[in-house]
């Protein structure tokens, strides 16, 4: 959700929202889990999400591996961080690997 409203700050493209889960971008697309124990963050989400164009976009979990790098580095380094126009160096190994090209029409 802070990715979500650093980018609309910083951007004014359209945002691309990859995620392995079918599960949450069908929340975000509005079709379930407004009563979960997540409605909330999902509600907080598709807010976000009123004033921009949100592209929503399936990726494989093996192209998830630079947020799994960076989940990881959060809880072993116990911080939040935000990197703008360069990554960490402990996900450059990974991004060209994770890089799945979007075509905007």
């Not at 409203?5 to 910083?10: T, V």
């Not at 093996?62 to 939040?80: C, P």
Request: hydrophobic letters at 45%.
């Amino acid at each position: 959700m802070q990715g979500m409203a650093l980018a609309i700050q910083h951007c004014t493209l359209p945002i691309v929202v990859q995620s392995d889960s079918s599960v949450a971008l069908a929340a975000l697309a509005g079709e379930h889990l407004s009563s979960s124990a997540y409605g909330h963050l999902v509600a907080e989400i598709r807010h976000l999400m009123d004033d921009r164009v949100f592209i929503p976009s399936k990726i494989k979990r093996e192209q998830n591996r630079v947020a799994d790098r960076l989940a990881l580095y959060s809880r072993t380094e116990s911080i939040t961080a935000v990197w703008l126009a360069r990554g960490p160096p402990c996900v450059e190994d990974l991004l060209l690997l994770d890089c799945s090209p979007i075509h905007m029409e």
